[in-house]
């Protein structure tokens, strides 16, 4: 499975970023997947996934309410809505797939994509 993350870039506090993370090689309809973000100097952490069926979601707690994954089978493709962007969530955003549901706590994603940065200025 091979992850295309995109979307990232430079946003004043408040604003809003969409990521868009496509899955090729591999359908991924019956994979979790969802998002880490890493900044420099800090160990990689667990945002955001949802299940293969898209009825379940996770979330770590700071981005609870702002943020919201979702997916489009026909596509192939995850998303990620990001509103209320607060400067700490300044970081590289990297996609991930796993066959095992992923929060954060527990089992690791199976896969990765490249990161996208997303920026949030004060």
């Known amino acids: 499975v091979q992850l295309q993350a995109s979307g990232g870039g430079l946003v004043q506090a408040g604003g809003s970023l969409r990521l868009s993370c496509e899955a090729s090689g591999r359908t991924t309809s019956r994979y979790y997947m969802g998002w880490f973000r890493q900044v420099p100097g800090k160990e990689r952490e667990f945002v955001a996934s949802?299940?293969?069926?898209?009825?379940?979601?996770d979330y770590v707690d700071s981005v609870k309410g702002r943020f919201t994954a979702s997916r489009d089978y026909a596509k192939n493709t995850v998303f990620l809505q990001m509103n209320s962007l607060k400067p700490e969530d300044t970081a590289v955003y990297y996609c991930?797939?796993?066959?095992?549901?992923?929060?954060?706590?527990?089992?690791?994603?199976?896969?990765w994509g490249q990161g996208t940065q997303v920026t949030v200025s004060s």
């Open positions: 991930a797939a796993g066959v095992w549901r992923f929060d954060g706590r527990g089992s690791e994603p199976d896969y």
């Open positions: 949802i299940s293969w069926s898209g009825g379940s979601t």
